[in-house]
């Protein structure tokens, strides 16, 4: 039985990914700190027969993302398919965002993705097959003032998946970097940039299930980089030929 191990799976674009797994017949491995929706999903998926358990922890803790790789080790299990989704953003003036908030962010947006990528990405390695998507944002490829930590986390998380594609080639593992635009979800919530999807009505948005479906797709086919929609592929495009004085200020504007 494939298994598919998912973070950041009760929300938005993860928990739409892991209906699509669920869907294929994959065995769930869900992680998430919502232990109630947890255990709801699980819940469903074995009245459907679908084989699921589930991990309630925080992974801006990596001790928690250890325990929960050390414990599918001692189960021997590795998954066939890596979403490391899980991660969460800040918004206004850097020198005021409180530290612990953007250093939480930056552990679990950077530091727990970089440490299951390896862990799981050597494992795959091993047995010669797996596909890993994490998931980034256009916002990788421009700094985004009023959300500068933000886009920096995200693009560590596309050029580090880029390089880890490159580096395993021809082992049967595939890496997939998801580069979403502006989706409706509730990370707008969390980072306090509801008015980015006021502002940003001229952009190309989409909902968590469009995305979603784009993704699965995209990994399934192994394709390294995936921008969603294309007109966000035409402004990441269109970014190349831009002063990054115009391209900052253009971000700025979306954000306050």
Not at 16 to 35: P, T
Not at 41 to 59: C, F, S
Not at 65 to 74: E, G, V, W
Not at 154 to 176: C, H, P, Q, W, Y
């Amino acid at each position: 039985m494939k298994t598919a191990f998912i973070t950041g799976a009760t929300e938005g674009i993860g928990y739409e990914l892991s209906q699509l797994f669920a869907r294929d017949g994959y065995r769930l491995i869900i992680v998430a700190r919502n232990e109630a929706k947890l255990a709801h999903m699980v819940q469903q998926w074995k009245q459907q027969g679908i084989d699921a358990y589930y991990y309630a922890n925080d992974l801006s803790d990596l001790s928690q993302a250890q325990m929960i790789y050390a414990d599918l080790q001692r189960k021997g299990i590795t998954p066939d398919c890596v979403v490391n989704n899980a991660g969460f953003g800040t918004s206004g003036h850097f020198t005021d965002i409180d530290w612990e908030q953007e250093l939480r962010m930056m552990q679990l947006n950077i530091i727990t993705l970089a440490y299951f990528t390896k862990q799981f990405a050597h494992d795959m390695k091993q047995g010669g097959a797996g596909r890993i998507m994490n998931v980034a944002s256009t916002a990788s490829f421009l700094p985004v003032p009023y959300m500068a930590a933000y886009a920096g986390t995200k693009a560590f998380v596309r050029n580090l998946s880029e390089a880890l594609a490159f580096e395993l080639k021809d082992t049967g593992v595939s890496i997939t970097c998801l580069c979403p635009g502006v989706t409706e979800s509730k990370f707008h919530q969390t980072a306090n940039t509801v008015n980015t999807l006021q502002k940003a009505r001229l952009l190309p948005q989409a909902t968590a299930a469009d995305t979603a479906a784009f993704a699965y797709k995209a990994m399934m086919k192994g394709k390294t980089l995936a921008i969603h929609k294309l007109g966000n592929q035409l402004s990441v495009f269109a970014e190349r030929f831009l002063p990054r004085c115009v391209i900052t200020r253009m971000a700025a504007s979306t954000t306050v």
